[in-house]
């Protein structure tokens, strides 16, 4: 895995891979084991957008591998004190890896392109794939399986609902997404998937109680993402019947969970009662972000490490 932009770049062998390295590595962490696999690695956190558990969560993974972690805010200025590409020149110099969050993907993807470093997506306006990679992690620990499981989403098909689309499609789990048509994947999302995936198995609709009427998880987030709070009122008014509520949770069968990425607006998409109660695992979802990013730098980083070995592939004569 050269880069991590979003889950069409791995395939379902490479995501299988990184669950089991994962496990491994949260196995060896609860028995209050660091290994020391990556010392003196350099990542760097470069982001345009605020974060807790993506930000805090890979620090504490790279601290565990026992590498070290930048963090670089708004004052590096990449793109405003000189162009993307230059930035990205001289930054994948100096770092191992570098995690972004950003706004247009457009930004990311340039990044990766211009950067002799690996580039994993931290969030982007279209995709979040280190969210989706935990949050499936996290399923198919609490069913023992991934296979039969629908995965229902309830709310704006933004960036994290197309990386769990993706996701899903990849590990063979139903996706259900039931929103207002106009915020509904969009077709040419759609095409890309049926592409990638032919045997994708993704429904969409507009009654939140059918979408969960089967659901072994009602997953939700928030209504109006960063970069669109210019929206929220708007937004608020057309999603207003799709609160995950108790009365929601009743229509889908008992063993199903209830999960969030975080951070959440309750009382919009979510009541307390159901982020608080018996049924939500939104704490262990958060805490399988360090866990399952621990997988992706350790992937990453033997990736860049074998490439290295045995050095670029060869110009054509
Ligand atoms: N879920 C998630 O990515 O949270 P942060 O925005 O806090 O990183
Ligand atoms: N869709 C949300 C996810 C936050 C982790 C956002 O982009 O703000």
Not at 208 to 223: F, I, L, Q, S
């Amino acid at each position: 895995m050269r880069h991590l932009l979003t889950l069409f770049d791995l395939s379902t062998d490479e995501i299988l891979d990184l669950y089991a390295r994962s496990r491994r590595l949260k196995e060896a962490f609860s028995r209050g084991e660091r290994e020391n696999r990556h010392p003196r690695r350099v990542l760097a956190l470069l982001f345009e957008k605020p974060s807790l558990r993506t930000r805090v969560s890979f620090e504490a993974a790279m601290t565990h591998l026992g590498g070290t972690t930048l963090y670089l805010g708004e004052d590096v200025g990449w793109g405003k004190r000189e162009s993307v590409a230059d930035f990205a020149a001289v930054l994948g110099n100096y770092v191992d890896v570098i995690v972004c969050r950003s706004f247009a993907h457009g930004r990311v993807e340039e990044l990766a392109r211009h950067s002799a470093a690996p580039v994993v997506n931290g969030l982007t306006d279209s995709y979040h794939p280190c969210q989706a990679l935990a949050d499936l992690f996290t399923l198919e620990e609490h069913f023992g399986t991934l296979q039969k499981l629908t995965l229902a989403y309830v709310g704006d098909a933004n960036n994290v609902a197309r990386s769990l689309a993706v996701c899903c499609a990849r590990l063979g789990v139903r996706f259900v997404l039931a929103a207002p048509t106009a915020y509904q994947l969009d077709d040419s999302f759609l095409d890309r998937l049926k592409q990638a995936e032919s045997s994708a198995d993704l429904v969409q609709c507009e009654d939140p109680r059918e979408a969960v009427a089967e659901a072994h998880a009602v997953y939700t987030d928030v209504w109006a993402s960063m970069g669109q709070e210019a929206e929220r009122e708007t937004r608020r008014q057309a999603f207003r019947s799709y609160q995950v509520n108790s009365r929601l949770m009743r229509a889908a069968p008992p063993h199903a969970v209830f999960m969030h990425c975080l951070p959440a607006h309750r009382g919009e998409e979510v009541t307390d009662e159901v982020i608080d109660g018996p049924q939500s695992i939104v704490f262990p979802q958060a805490e399988n972000r360090m866990h399952v990013q621990k997988g992706i730098l350790d992937a990453v980083l033997a990736d860049a490490a074998s490439r290295a070995a045995t050095g670029p592939p060869a110009e054509p004569a």
